[in-house]
């Protein structure tokens, strides 16, 4: 696919953002889905209408895709972008990822988020009160040592 194509037919068209706390009282779920939610609103989209979802999981935390798709009335969206904690150009990666779906038409709209809840829930490393009660994508690997990309 031309490059060109791809910059000309796809546009970062909404942006959301939750509050920056201490202690949210809620989990990287919520905040996951209120963040999309708020760029979906921003972007004028109604947020069933999306079909791709992309992020990338450090060492343990944030929410899947799957699961916020799920969440946001989604449950079979066309496009699934999970990638693993391999260091600092994730971000660059899902934007391309996301251009090329729009681009090639296999997704309409590409919703992009990071979610940490890092002083309330996970922190980097596995400490944090999810450590001994995993649940989700979790509980298939925190049990078992795998909080990061070393294990």
């Known amino acids: 696919m031309d490059q060109y194509k791809v910059r000309d037919a796809t546009a970062i068209v909404g942006i959301g ?3 920056f706390s201490a202690d949210s009282g809620v989990s990287e779920l919520t905040n996951a889905v209120r963040a999309a939610k708020l760029a979906c609103e921003d ?3 109604d947020p069933r209408h999306v079909d791709g ?4 999981n450090s ?23 999970m990638l693993p904690p391999f260091g600092g150009n994730m971000t660059a990666m ?10 090639s038409g296999t997704a309409r709209y590409f919703l992009i988020y990071r979610a940490i809840n890092g002083r309330s829930e996970m922190r980097i490393g596995g400490t944090g009160t999810t450590t001994t009660r995993a649940s989700g994508d979790r509980q298939f690997t925190q049990p078992f040592g795998m909080h990061g990309a070393a294990a």
């Open 59 to 81: 060492y343990g935390e944030g929410p899947s895709a799957v699961i916020v798709a799920g969440t946001m009335g989604n449950p079979e969206p066309a496009n699934i972008l």
């Open 94 to 103: 899902i934007l391309g990822f996301a251009a090329m779906a729009v681009a």
């Open 43 to 45: 972007a004028g989209v």
């Open 53 to 56: 979802f992309g992020s990338f």
């Open 17 to 19: 953002m939750t509050e």
